[in-house]
C-alpha cells in the first residue's frame, strides 16, 4: 500500500481559515436496513460508533458512522482498514440484504479550520450551516458539486466529495477562506 | 450654479478630502460624499447625454431611482459602464466619465437627433424598419448599432473577485430607514433571527432629513440608540451597503452587497449575492418621489425636491443659488424650508393646488417665502442648465404671467410607496386615490407553500406619509413577521412621533393641465429614453391599451432605471389618453432585481479554474506532464493523443493505432462507469436494464449488453461481470456513469421498491487501465502475480489477484480488437499503478493512447460508440444489434417501445459500413441522397454517416452509417454531396461494418 496516495497528497492552503485535504482516509458504503440489529453491530463492530440518526454522525473509537439516507451510512475508518472491515462486515451480514463496499478512494476529504468554518462553507453550500453542530452530517452541494460535511469540533468542519473533483473542491474551499472575504456574520 | 456649501452635511467629514476626475478633469469631493453630491460640490450640473434625442442631462434625484447620472466607472480592469453617481460613495483616486455623447459632453453631435425629435417620434423604430428588408441589414443596423446605447462596453477581464453567501433567517428586514429600523427592533425583540440590509452606507433613510421627533429625540439621536439597542442583540444582523436585490418564491430573497466599490484594490471580495432563506420578509423600501410634467422637466437643474434637500441637508450641497419649488403637495415646502435655513434664495413656492393652508405652507410664508397657488411652471428657460421658469396658471394653458430668474427647479409630485419587492413575488397593488399612488395590498401579499403571506411591508412602502404612520406601521410589520416567523408576542411598544396635520396633495399629471402638443413634447416622462407626454398620447391614438404594450412601444421605463420615475406619470397619463381610470390601466411588471446588479455577483466564485468542476482520473496529472491533448468527455478530460515534439495531432493519432496494434498500448479507462448491483433480486433487475440476458450470465464471465430508455431507444452500453451469486459489475459509458446510476436509483426508489436490490457508484473508486496489443500478455507476465495465460483467464472473463504487487480485478475484454486486458485498482495506487505498466513495458514498446486512436480501433471493429451511432433515436435493431436483445425474456425497459409499428419499420435506417470508392475519408456527418425531392423540396435521403475516420491500419478511409435498407443492399454505391462549396459529391460502397480481423483471431489467443 506504499504506492497509495490521495487526490491532492495533504495540499493546504491558509487564509482566514486554513483549508487542508486530509489525505487518505477509509470510507465504506453500507447500505441496508438501518433498523436491523445485525446491522447497528456490524456498524458497531467496524467502527466503535452507534447507530446514528436522520442527519446525524456518531463517533466511537475505531471511527465514525454517518447517515446518508434513509438505507445508507457512510463508515469512516482508517484507509488500511477498510479492506478488512468490509470483508468483515460482509460476512457479518451475508444473511442480511445489504451492500457494503469500498469508496475510499472515490472520495477526497478536507478540513477547513478556524472560527469561520461554517460561513467559509456557506458561501459555497445552500445548507444552514449556523445551525451545524459537532454531530451533524449534512449533504448539500458545494458551488457545483455534491458533497457532505460535518463537524469534528466547533472549528473544524470536515468536507468529503468525489475524488475526480477535489481540485476543484479545493480551489473552491481555498477561494472562499481568502483573506479579505470575511462576511462577519 | 451648484457649489458646496459653507457648513452643513450630516454625512460628510470636511476633514478628510478626496479627489477624483471627471472627464479628466480634476475635482474633490470628501469622505461620506456621493459622487453625485461631489459633482454638484464642483458645480458639475451637466453629467450626460440621454439615449435617444442625446439631451443634456444633469442629476435629478439622491439615490437608486436616478435616470440621468449614469457614467462609465473606472479604468482598464475595473471599469464598468452606466454606473449610477447618486449611489456611488465617494473614493479617493475615483475617476469616471460621462457617457453618450461624441466629440464630448459639451458639444454632441448626436443632439442632431434633439432637432430632429419631431420625426422621431414613440415607435418611430418600429414605422421605419419595417421594409424593405435589406435595408435592416446595410443601413438601419449599422445606424443603431453606432448611436445605441449608454456607456462603452468594458474591453478588458473584470479583475475583481466576487462570491456567495448563503443565509437563512427567521425575518429579513429590507430597508434600513426609520422604518426598517422599527420593523427590526420589533422582531428582533421577539427573539427571532433577524437580518437587517440597508442599500447606503447610512442608517436612518430620510427621516433625519424630513425632521421631526421619535420619542421625544430628533430621529438622528433615535436612530443612534435604536442601533445601539440592535447591535446589542445576538439574534439580529446589520449590514449596510446592502440593496434588497429579489424576492422569489418560498422565501427566497438575493441581497446585493456592495462590499469593496468604494474600496477598489483592498483585495476584498467586490460584491457578494446573499442568497437568502427567510420565513418572512419585510420590506422597508420607502418611497420615490414623483416629477412633475412641465416643459422643460429635463434640463439640468431640474431636481426632485427630495434630493434637493438631501444634497443641502446630507451632503451640504447647494443646486443652485436660486431654487423655485414646484409642487402639488405639502412635503415640497421642507425643501423651501431647508433651503432657507441654508440662507439659500426661493423666488417662489409655485403650489398647483388652488389653495395651500397647511402647517408647513404657513411656516413657509412665515419664513418670508412667496407661495403662489393655482400657479404652474410654463417653461423651464435654459439648456445645458437651468436660467429661470416662466409660470402660469394651472387651470390654464400655459401663458406665461411672469419669468422668474433661477438656476434650479424643485419639483413633486407626490410620493409612490417603493412596491417592487412586495410585487416580484405576486404582491398585488391598490389605488389610493388620496395619495394618487398604488400602494400595496395587504389582504392580497404574495404566498407561500402554505398560502399564509411570507412579506409584510413597512413604513412609507405600506403607503404611511408621516412620520406617525410610518414608525407605528413599521413596527406592527416587524411583529407580525416575527410572530409568523415563530417568535414571541413583544409587549414592549414601538416607537412614536407626532401626528402631524397635512393638507391633501391633488394629483397633477401635466402642467399645466390645458397644455398644448408644443409643451407635451417638451414634457419628460422617461429622461433616459426620452419618453414624452406627447409619445404617450400619440400611442394611445393608434390603438395601444395595455399598458404593457405601450411600454415597449415607446419605451417607457424599459432603461436601465425600469422607470422609477416615470412609470406612474405614464400610465397616468396612458389612463386620461384612453379615458379611464388609473387602476383601470394597472401598472407594468416589476421585475427583479431592484436596480442592475453586476454580472460578476451573479457569476460569483464560478470563473477562471471555478468556472465549471474538471473531473481528473488519478492518472490525469501525467497526461498534462505527457502533454497530451486533451478532450472533455462530460466533465472529465481525457487525452485524445500524446503527440510528440515535431508531430501533429493526427500524426499522433496514427502513431498510436499502429503502436497498439503491432506491439502494446495502455489507455487510461477511469472514466468508464462502474455500478454495483447487489441482492436477492439483481439479477430480476439486470434482466429489465438490459436488453439482454443478465441473470444466467456465469460468475467470473463478462457479457455486453445494452441499455435502452422505456421508449426503446438505445441510451448506454458496457460490458457487464458477474462478480458473485447476487453481486453484477456494470461498466457504463464515461459520460454516463451518473445518469445510469441514477435511472437504476430511480426504478429502484419508485417503480420497483419492492425488489431487494442495492446499487452502488463505485467509478471512483477505481482506477483502470487498458493494455492493449499482442505484447500486452508479456507485460503482465513481466509483472507477475496472477496466471493471465488463455486457459487461466479466457476472453470474456474475469479475475481478483496481484498484478505485481498491486491489488487487481483484471478483465480480459477488448474494445481494440487486439489481445487487451483492463485492469482495475484502487484509484489512491492508479497513478503508481500507471508508472509501473509504463516502465516494464518499455520493452516491449509500450505507448500510451487516447481517446482517438480508442475510436478509430473501435471503428475498425465495427463496434458502435454511444453518441455516435446513437443520438437519442436510434434503437438497437437499428444497429444489427439484435443478437444482444433477448427474446427468451418477457420484459426489459424498451421491449414494449420496440414492438411499435414505427420501430419495427422495415424502412428504418440501419447500421452498415462504407468505404469510398477512392479510399478518402467521409466527412462526418454526411448524408447520402437518391434521386427526386421530399414534400418540403429537399434532396431525398436515404443515410447519413456517424462515424468517419482514415483507418492507419487499412491505410484508407472507413465509416460506418445508418442507411435505408443498407444490409440488403452490399456493395450498392451510394452519392454522398460534401457541402464544402465544390458542390461534388462522394461516391462509397456499402460494405459490412467489420473492416478488420472479422473472426476475432487477434483478440482471442
Known sequence: ?185 | MSTRLAKGGRLIDRTKPKNFTFNGKRMKGYDGDTLAAALLGEDQMLVGRSFKYHRPRGIVASGAEEPNALVNMGQGGRFEPNQRVTTTELFDGLTCTSQNHWPSLEFDVGVVNNYAARFLPAGFYYKTFMAPAPAWKHVFEPIIRKSAGLGKVPTEADVDRYEHFYHHTDVLVIGGGVAGLAAALAAGRSGAKVLVMEQTHHWGGRAPVDGGEIDGQTPDDWITATLAELEGMDNVTLRTRMMGAGVYDHGYALGYERVADHTPGDDRPRHRLWRIRAKQIVTATGAIERPLSFAGNDIPGVMLASAVRDYAVNWGVSVGDRTVVVTNNDDAYRTALVLKEAGLDVPVILDARDHSNGPLAEAARAAGIRVEVGKAIAKVNGGKRVTGVSICSQAGEGSAVEDIACDAVAMSGGWSPVVHLWSHCGGKLIWDDKQSHFRPDPDRAPTGHDGQSFVVTAGAASGAMSLADVLSDAYAAGQQAAKAAGGKAVRKAGPKADPEATQPMAPVWIMPQGAGHQKRMKMWLDYQNDVKVSDVQLAAREGYESVEHTKRYTTLGMATDQGKLSNINGLAILSDALGQPIPATGTTTFRPPYTPISFGAIVGEARHELFQPIRRTPMHKWHEDAGAYMEPVGHWRRPYCYAKPGETNEQAVHREVLNTREKLGLLDASTLGKLIVKGPDAGKFMDMMYTNMMSNLAVGKCRYGLMCSENGFLSDDGVVARIDEDTWLCHTTSGGADHIYAWMEEWLQTEWWDWKVYVANVTEQLAQVAVVGPNARKLLEKLGGMDVSKDALAFMQWKDGKIGEFDARVYRISFSGELSYEIAVPASQGRAFWDKLLEAGEEFGVMPYGTECLHIMRAEKGFIMIGDETDGTVIPQDLGLNWAISKKKEDFLGKRAQQRSHMSDPDRWKLVGLETLDGSVLPDGAYAVEDGENQYGHRNMIGRVTSTYYSPTLKKGIAMGLVKHGPDRMGDVLSFPTVDGSNTEIKARICDPVFFDKDGEKQNV
Open chain 1, 1 to 185: 500500500m506504499s504506492n497509495a496516495v490521495s487526490a491532492l497528497q495533504g495540499a493546504l492552503y491558509k487564509g482566514y481559515c486554513t483549508v487542508e485535504e486530509a489525505g487518505l482516509v477509509g470510507m465504506i458504503t453500507l447500505r441496508g436496513d438501518l433498523s436491523s440489529d445485525a446491522i447497528a453491530k456490524a456498524v458497531k463492530a467496524a467502527t466503535g460508533a452507534e447507530m446514528p440518526g436522520q442527519g446525524k454522525i456518531t463517533e466511537g473509537a475505531k471511527g465514525r458512522a454517518g447517515w446518508m439516507s434513509p438505507d445508507e451510512l457512510l463508515l469512516i475508518v482508517d484507509h488500511a482498514a477498510a479492506p478488512k472491515v468490509v470483508e468483515a462486515a460482509s460476512k457479518s451480514l451475508a444473511d442480511e440484504h445489504s451492500l457494503i463496499v469500498n469508496v475510499s478512494d472515490a472520495r477526497a476529504v478536507f478540513r477547513v479550520k478556524g472560527a469561520a468554518c461554517r460561513e467559509v462553507i456557506a458561501k459555497l453550500s445552500p445548507a444552514d450551516t449556523a445551525v451545524m453542530q459537532p454531530g451533524m452530517l449534512r449533504r448539500t452541494r458545494v458551488a457545483q458539486i455534491p458533497a457532505a460535511f460535518y463537524l469534528e469540533d466547533d472549528q473544524t468542519a470536515v468536507l468529503v466529495c468525489f475524488r475526480s473533483v477535489a481540485q476543484y473542491a479545493f480551489d473552491l474551499l481555498a477561494d472562499a477562506a481568502r483573506d479579505g472575504g470575511e462576511v462577519g456574520v
